[in-house]
């Protein structure tokens, strides 16, 4: 009741409440404003990479997304250089089938390009893989494929019941911001979160590169049945 009949009181408050207001729609907005720019970075940063480059940015992208036992057929050991050859990559699923990836920094005929690579991959004298062991093929780039492109290219894989699956530009860089940073500051150094969640072989990594550090990676022996609490 004291407030109420104090108007200079009322009026102090309302003011405060609206410098409080405002500053948080300040750091809203900022906070808005560098995901935005975070999210700039990292697409024009992969648009920037050589062929290379980005083949090593996607062996780590899809090998991250789950996909195990990478071939790199497509690069140069121990350098960001290409080599010739179909497919650019290749994973061996559990079940003894193979993966088939191509990849792409093309901004201009993306379509004719993995056109051309997706004929390559069901050629098996460029692959030395009979068709019927194939059960994927991926594309990687970092353009714009559209609608219409990526359902032709998926009929020329479905007679043979190939899957298709594609990871474009927008896709990656989403993924490499929200679920994988360390693979955007490793390859692209572009710090996205403080680096306190990394993967498990990163954490063993990081541990054991310290002298006096006692190793983590030793086989478990004995000791399975506490193992599989875990």
């Not at 893989?129 to 494929?145: A, V």
Request: glycine share 6%; proline share 2%; hydrophobic share 35%.
């Amino acid at each position: 009741t004291k407030l109420q009949s104090n108007p200079t009181a009322i009026s102090y408050l309302s003011i405060m409440r609206n410098i409080i207001d405002n500053k948080i729609i300040q750091l809203w907005d900022t906070q808005i404003m560098s995901k935005v720019n975070l999210t700039e970075s990292i697409l024009n940063s992969l648009t920037e990479q050589d062929g290379g480059k980005f083949q090593r940015i996607a062996n780590a992208y899809l090998s991250a997304k789950g996909y195990k036992n990478l071939t790199a057929t497509g690069s140069k050991i121990g350098t960001d250089k290409t080599t010739q050859g179909t497919p650019d990559a290749y994973f061996r699923t559990q079940n003894g089938k193979y993966i088939l990836v191509e990849y792409s920094c093309q901004q201009s005929g993306l379509y004719a390009k993995f056109k051309e690579d997706i004929e390559k991959c069901l050629n098996t004298t460029k692959t030395g893989i009979p068709i019927n062991q194939i059960d994927k093929i991926i594309l990687c780039h970092t353009s714009i494929l559209h609608a219409r492109n990526f359902l032709s290219l998926k009929k020329l894989c479905e007679p043979h019941q190939i899957e298709l699956e594609e990871f474009g530009l927008n896709c990656i860089a989403m993924d490499l911001e929200d679920k994988y940073p360390w693979i955007a500051k490793k390859y692209l150094g572009i710090q996205i979160d403080t680096g306190q969640i990394v993967t498990k072989e990163e954490f063993i990594s990081y541990y054991e590169k310290s002298r006096v550090a006692t190793s983590i990676s030793n086989q478990f022996f004995s000791r399975e049945s506490e193992l599989k609490l875990f």
